[in-house]
């Protein structure tokens, strides 16, 4: 089941299934009302898109150091 908080003008839902979290910020309450279905059953099916797989922090750091790093003022 999704959550729906009012944030200002907008409306923020949040969804939780499995241990998987996701969230999204709408204008109407009813585009994020049919987002949470849709979301809800995606994680149901596992038909993930958002997350990559395979993937750690460790690679993140790696590549981090590899592709960002020697561009910093202190790469020398």
Sequence with gaps: MATF????KSIRAEV???GERRSA???TMAKAREWA???E????EHQ?????PNKT?????ERYARDVSPSKKGAR
């Design 48 to 52: 993930n898109t958002d997350i990559i």
């Design 25 to 27: 910020t709408f204008d």
């Design 41 to 44: 059953s995606a994680i149901l």
């Design 37 to 39: 279905v849709v979301t």
């Design 57 to 61: 922090v460790g690679d993140a750091f």
């Design 16 to 18: 939780y299934k499995h």
């Design 5 to 8: 908080r009012k944030r200002g």
